[in-house]
């Protein structure tokens, strides 16, 4: 399956925007699909996770309350929507996909998109 997320761009700090990583070339609704990113210098890391039909999801604790994570499997897109965004969380956000069940390791991730920049201003 194929990723690619947009939506990525500058905001200020207390800001909002929202991802989106749309699929194509599989069962979209086979997937479970996480949302991940990656500061300069740092490792990448877990942000979100949504079960096949959206029924279920998880949220890093440094997100908790201001990301929400979503899917329309008709269109084949996961959504990421993030408010009250701070400077420490810009980075290149990644969505992935995996048939394995919901999981917040990213070796467990199959498929993964471009990534798309986020940069937060202060």
């Known amino acids: 399956v194929q990723l690619q997320a947009s939506g990525g761009g500058l905001v200020q700090a207390g800001g909002s925007l929202r991802l989106s990583c749309a699929a194509s070339?599989?069962?979209?609704?086979?997937?479970?699909m996480g949302w991940f990113r990656q500061a300069p210098g740092k490792e990448r890391e877990f942000v979100a996770y949504i079960s096949a039909y959206g029924g279920g999801t998880l949220y890093g604790d440094s997100v908790k309350g201001r990301f929400t994570i979503s899917r329309d499997n008709a269109k084949n897109t996961v959504y990421l929507q993030m408010n009250s965004l701070k400077p420490e969380e810009t980075a290149v956000y990644y969505c992935?996909?995996?048939?394995?069940?919901?999981?917040?390791?990213?070796?467990?991730?199959?498929?993964w998109g471009q990534g798309t920049l986020v940069t937060v201003s202060s």
């Open positions: 070339g599989g069962t979209f609704s086979r997937y479970y």
């Open positions: 992935a996909a995996t048939p394995r069940g919901m999981t917040m390791s990213r070796s467990e991730y199959e498929y």
